[in-house]
Structures are given as structure tokens and as C-alpha cells.
């Protein structure tokens, strides 16, 4: 396959993914927020995705870097497509049990802490590495229309059957499963282990700990969008706060990706390279900020336009953590690291999920969103402070990586 038709191939089969996650992600916001009408649930959701990913998170990384990654990504899509399938029958037959949908998700969470490391492992295995940061770019830009356009299509399947949001999330899974299996990577090199060893999985923890860039980059992505994350509390405020429907709330779901789709097109064109750990603050510290202001935002078309803001602070903050990580790691210590990496990102989003939901259910959900977007701001200040190899840090590829 020509490199052309392998970047094609790799491109279809991760916007299929990412177009069924985020449908699967209003679908599934959607229907739980209806059973009990407590933002307390939708932080439960993030919490039983994200605990399967925290409890085998080395092994799922050691297998990665053990076993075809390929393979494994095309398993783990095809869980996930099973799970969607099995939450429409869910809906289809009007079951409205949470406990039963939180086992769902539960089972999507073990799919996706294999899926998750895999996938992300591949990309540097497909282009070349001074093509690396230029590829990525480029599909983070055409993965943010998905983020755009599925939020919105499937605020507008579930204002008309949240069956078909959930079928359409699983047909689309499978489709990039079709994707990854015409997908063809490069030969890897495998780590010399020849069983799961608690030694060889906590490499990657070691190899994290020894790179004060890559640890910093990760972690201050992990605490700034755990205190920062708004996202599981938009159906409160589609519905409590701003007084508009499904489909508004697919909207708000989309707002952040048109903000994100914009900001990658701009750095698909140019790159950062230079001073990359200062821009990877200030865009975090920008995102705090357009939190805040979407907490108070009374207007629709206001908090569109913050969490727009948000979306292309987050871009610039992603596409500098990965190529930290990417770039400066070497090829049989990925699947542990990327595991790790992916751990910590899942936590922001999921975990973060269920914090949002614990501060509105306290502070309500205002007060909850706001101080977690100072709380973000006060994590930018830290992590400038004690992570100086970041703040300094000036290009991507710090040195020459096996």
C-alpha cells in the first residue's frame, strides 16, 4: 500500500471511531441524564469508563508493545461496537436502569484501555518522523470536523430516537474496524519479554519518571482538564441553565471542536517548534480561562463561543503533548508509555467527568464549573514552577530516540 493510500486508510479508520464516540458520548450523556435527572450520574459514567482503564492500564500497555497492535485495535473497535449495539437494545426495549447501563459502559471502559494504547502507537509506525508532527496535525484538523459535525448530528438522532444514535455508533465502529484491518504498519520492535511481568510493565512508569518534559506535558494535560472539564455537565446546562433541548445540547457538544477544528488547521500549517513548553502553558492557562467564562454565560451563542475558545487552547496543548511524548520515546517502550499516557488523558476526560458531576452536585453545577476553571489556572502556576525542563523546553524532539 502506497503511503498515500496507508495515511488515507489510517485517516478513515480513526474518524469513524471518533465520529462513534462522539455520538456514543451525547447518546449516552442523554440517556442517563433522563433516568434520574442528577448531575451526580453523569459524573458516575466517566468514573466506570475510566476504572477498568486505571486497573489495567500496565497490562494493557505491555501487551500493546508485546502483541500486533493492529489486532488489537481492531478487537478492542469491535467490543466497543458490540456495547453500543447492546445500550440500543437498552433504549429499544425502555430500560431505564442505571446500574445496568453503567455495566455497559463498564465493559466499553476494558475495550477502550486496549483499544486506546494501540491506536495512538500507530501513527509514528505509518509516516516518517520529520513527517510526524505535519500528519498529525493534518488529522487532528480533519478528525476536529467529526468532533464538529457528530455532536450535533447525534444531538439531533436522539431528539428523534436515541435507538438510532446508538446503532449508528456502532456501525460506524465497525467501519473502522474496516479501517484498521486494510491499515498496514510498520514492523515494530518488540519489547524481549515473553509474558505480562510486573518488572516490564511498570518500564513505562520508570521511563515517564526519567523524562521531566514527558512526564510534565502529561501531567499537566491530566490535572488541568480533571479540574477544567466541563463537557459531562452540558446536558444540565442545555436543560437547567440555558433552557434548550437535545439539540442544543449536541451544539455545545460540537462548540468546543469548532474552536479545535480551526486552531488545527492553523497548525497543520505552522508546526510549533520553537518554545513549544511556554505555548503549551499559556494554551492551558487559556483554556481555564474560557471556562470560567462559559460558567457564567447565560447566552447560547456566548457559551458556544467560550467552549470554542476552550477547543483551540486544548488543540494546541494536544498536539504539543504528543509529540513530546511521541518524539522522544523509543519505539518498544511505546505501548507502555502511550498506555500511561492515555491513562492520564482518560482520567482528565472520564475521571474529570466525575468530578464535575461531584462539584454540582455540591456547589451546583455554576459554581462547580467555575472553580474548576481557577483550579485550572492554579495548575498552570504549579507546573511552571515545578516542572522547569517544560516551562524551558524549546523544540519537540529534544534528542535522537532507538
Excluded at 15 to 32: K, N, Y
Excluded at 310 to 339: C, E, F, K, Q
Aim: with cysteine; aromatic share 8%; charged share 15%.
Amino acid at each position: 500500500m502506497s503511503s498515500r493510500r496507508n495515511v488515507a486508510a489510517y485517516f478513515f479508520a480513526f474518524l469513524s471511531s471518533e465520529s462513534s464516540s462522539q455520538i456514543l458520548g451525547v447518546a449516552v450523556g442523554w440517556t442517563v441524564y433522563s433516568i434520574h435527572h442528577r448531575p451526580f450520574d453523569l459524573g458516575l459514567v466517566g468514573l466506570v469508563m475510566f476504572a477498568p482503564q486505571l486497573f489495567l492500564v500496565f497490562v494493557a500497555g505491555h501487551a500493546v508493545d508485546r502483541f500486533n497492535r493492529k489486532r488489537i485495535a481492531m478487537i478492542a473497535a469491535t467490543a466497543v461496537a458490540f456495547c453500543a449495539f447492546a445500550l440500543g437494545l437498552l433504549a429499544l426495549a425502555h430500560v431505564d436502569n442505571l446500574p445496568l447501563v453503567l455495566s455497559v459502559l463498564f465493559c466499553q471502559g476494558i475495550a477502550r484501555a486496549f483499544g486506546s494504547p494501540a491506536e495512538r502507537t500507530m501513527l509514528v509506525n505509518i509516516v516518517e518522523i520529520e513527517d510526524y508532527m505535519r500528519v498529525q496535525a493534518t488529522y487532528a484538523s480533519a478528525r476536529e470536523v467529526a468532533v464538529i459535525a457528530m455532536p450535533a448530528l447525534g444531538g439531533a438522532v436522539v431528539a428523534v430516537s436515541t435507538v438510532a444514535a446508538f446503532v449508528l455508533a456502532g456501525i460506524l465502529t465497525l467501519a473502522a474496524v474496516f479501517g484498521f484491518s486494510i491499515l498496514h504498519v510498520r514492523d515494530t520492535i518488540r519489547t524481549t519479554a515473553t509474558g505480562i511481568r510486573a518488572d516490564s510493565a511498570l518500564d513505562g512508569v520508570r521511563f515517564i519518571r526519567s523524562k521531566p518534559i514527558v512526564l510534565g506535558a502529561i501531567s499537566l494535560d491530566l490535572f488541568a482538564v480533571l479540574f477544567g472539564g466541563a463537557t459531562a455537565l452540558l446536558p444540565v446546562y442545555a436543560d437547567q441553565i440555558l433552557h434548550a433541548g437535545a439539540f442544543a445540547f449536541g451544539m455545545l457538544r460540537s462548540a468546543s471542536g469548532i474552536g479545535a477544528s480551526v486552531m488545527a488547521i492553523v497548525l497543520s500549517r505552522r508546526t510549533p517548534n520553537r518554545r513549544v513548553g511556554k505555548t503549551m502553558l499559556f494554551a492551558v492557562a487559556a483554556y481555564g480561562v474560557a471556562i470560567i467564562a462559559f460558567a457564567y454565560s447565560r447566552n447560547l451563542w456566548l457559551s458556544i463561543a467560550c467552549l470554542a475558545l476552550a477547543g483551540a487552547a486544548d488543540m494546541i496543548s494536544v498536539v504539543i503533548r504528543r509529540g513530546l511524548v511521541a518524539l522522544n520515546t523509543p519505539d518498544n517502550m511505546r505501548g507502555r508509555v502511550n498506555s500511561i499516557e492515555s491513562l492520564f488523558i482518560n482520567a482528565s476526560s472520564q475521571l474529570g467527568s466525575f468530578e464535575s458531576g461531584t462539584a454540582a452536585q455540591i456547589f451546583g453545577p455554576v459554581l462547580g464549573v467555575a472553580l474548576g476553571g481557577v483550579a485550572t489556572l492554579g495548575v498552570v502556576l504549579t507546573w511552571a514552577l515545578a516542572f522547569p525542563a517544560l516551562r524551558t523546553s524549546d523544540r519537540l524532539h529534544s534528542e535522537a530516540v532507538d
